[in-house]
């Protein structure tokens, strides 16, 4: 009689080899797949389906593929909207890439279209991820459009599951072990997002062959960087906002505005900050690796002067980071761009409250409900409402084209969240042209955190 074939089965997020004898498995195979003495049987990622079916078949053994549960579609793309340069040379990177890969495009260029047209390729189930559930709505809408179907939606309360569906990071965490062999296709939009301890298990946890990985700021370490070449693949194309300006982007200028802190601010801060900067020098801590911080926060919790060094750290960077100054030019500014889209930009909900009670201006924060957020970005949209203070809410994923103007009051060094809120007003329009303010303490430490943000190609013109 001839042997049964290998069994290959999907089970609770991972891959299960069944009728195999283990040690007699070709290396290739054995590099993918383990041996379970629980079950005594072969386990494999399932992230790693693809590579494990092909590796079985140049082996030439017999295989029961009883895994994917997903069948080829019958998609129609609607509308006769056709890609521009860039999107074309970064869909045929992608599949030069094997359909599974990173595009790095710039907010506004388009990266949701790229989108489309790779699911209308595959002709598969496809599964959408995204941070917020904001974006799900937004990509929910935006597929139907192409698509007119049943869009799926995972998150926020909601779990309908379809052919092409979207979902939060979050949610499809917590639902891949069930889902994760129905989709041949995972999209992950912001994917800088994925190589999260948590999130990277929503990627693991499905077989899907095909993988995109959308964002607008590929930069991360080194560890992180391995973790989406491992669950999604390399970085296939990656196209600058310079490339794109006055083309598909708005001209735009970054303006850098120096401010000094009034008088008895700077007396606080330089007292304040001495604390912070004589702590850090006694116990050799300069922030240049990974662990420093871990080690500051440690010494704080630990050493009998700590609580005091780590308030004066806080309240030191809260002076520099806003400032009597920074109020006072927000108005200068509010009133020279009188009646055009304003966006404010804060490090924090308290500042970003405190300009909306100054000000009389609506404030947007990851405390603002979803009816009342839904609300504000449509008058904001319409312009009913022309300017809109924030905090991190709007740094990634939320559509607002009509927004010509960013103010940055504060933010953190992180380039990435630069880059991101300078997208925020790129979007194209007749005549448009985009102007981000970024309002600097010259006398503070802020003006270095600064000073590392713009080695971002973007700001180099």
Known sequence: MPESPLLVRFIQGTLVVENCDYARLPLAVRMLVKFDERIQ?????????????????????????????????????????????????????????????????????????????????????????????????????????????????????????????????????????????????????????LPGAVNRTAAAMSLAPYRLGLTATPEVGAEQEAVLHDLIGPLACQIHIDELEGQ?????????????????????????????????????????????????????????????????FLEQRRIARSGRAKIRAVWELLQQHAGEQ???????????????????????????????????????????????????VLNEGVDVPEANIAIILSGSGSIREHVQRLGRILRAAPGKEAILYELLNADTAEIYVSRRRREHRAYRH
């Open 41 to 193: 049987a072969g386990r494999a990622r399932a992230c790693d389906y693809a590579a494990l079916m092909l590796a079985l078949r140049a082996a030439e053994l017999a295989v029961e593929d009883q895994a994917a549960e997903f069948a080829p579609l019958a998609l129609t793309l609607h509308g006769s909207f056709q890609p521009r340069p860039h999107q074309a040379t970064a869909f045929q990177r992608w599949r030069e890439a094997g359909y599974r890969a990173l595009v790095a495009l710039p907010t506004g260029s388009g990266k949701t279209f790229l989108a489309v047209l790779a699911i209308h390729r595959l002709q598969r189930p496809t599964l959408v991820m995204v941070p917020t559930i904001d974006l799900v709505q937004q990509w929910a809408s935006t597929l139907q459009r192409f698509f007119q179907i049943p869009i799926g939606l995972l998150g926020g309360g909601a779990r309908q599951i379809e052919s092409i569906t979207v979902s939060t990071y979050d949610s499809a965490v917590l639902n891949m072990e069930f889902l994760g062999n129905q989709f041949a296709f995972l999209v992950f939009d912001e994917c800088h997002h």
């Open 248 to 312: 598909v982007l708005a001209p735009y200028r970054t303006i850098p505005v120096e401010l000094s802190l009034d008088a008895e601010e700077k007396e606080q801060y330089v007292a304040k900050r001495a604390i912070y900067t004589d702590f850090l020098k006694r116990h050799q801590i300069s922030f240049r690796s990974p662990d420093d911080w871990r080690r500051f926060l440690g010494l704080c919790a630990r050493l009998p002067d700590g609580k005091a060094v780590f308030d004066a």
């Open 342 to 392: 304003i966006i404010i930009f804060t490090a924090d909900n308290a500042t970003a409250y405190q300009l909306g009670r100054e000000f009389f201006l609506p404030v947007l924060t990851h405390h603002t409900k979803l009816v009342e957020r839904k609300a504000m970005l449509e008058a904001f949209r319409s312009g009913r409402w022309p300017v809109l203070v924030t905090s991190k």
